[in-house]
């Protein structure tokens, strides 16, 4: 997914600004659109034009991008990042992982935690 900061939507790129340092915001779509000035509906229609995703799937992205580096780079258990993150359902939140990446978390950490150079049953 592309998250690079879209420039040709001021409101879109006040958003993704904001949703890369607040990810862990509980209703993060409704708050992005609060940031954007913006309606929920039109903002989501507008972030969708200048990303190509809905907003909810961004806020996906950044967050399980965030726990693979969590995962490579702590002992910290999976509930407990998941829930740092934002999400505050632990089953949701390994499913989404698996659809996302293909792995569990816990297998996501014994493949990824040593070339991190952490060692992954820590």
Known sequence: MNRQVQRADAAVA????????????????????????????TFARRFRSATG?????????????????????????IDDIGAEIGYEDPTF????????????????RRKYASIAGRDPVA
Do not use: C
Not at 56 to 71: F, N, S, W
Not at 93 to 108: E, I, N, Q, S, V
């Open 53 to 77: 995703a809905l907003p909810i799937e961004y806020v996906h992205g950044i967050r399980i991008d965030e726990a693979k580096g969590r995962l490579e780079r702590s002992g910290a258990a």
């Open 14 to 41: 006040r958003s993704q600004t904001w949703i890369a340092e607040h990810y862990d915001t509980p209703n993060p779509v409704a708050a992005m659109a609060e940031q954007a000035g913006l309606t929920r509906r």
């Open 93 to 108: 939140f390994r499913r989404l992982f698996k659809r996302k990446t293909g792995l569990t978390p816990a297998a996501y």
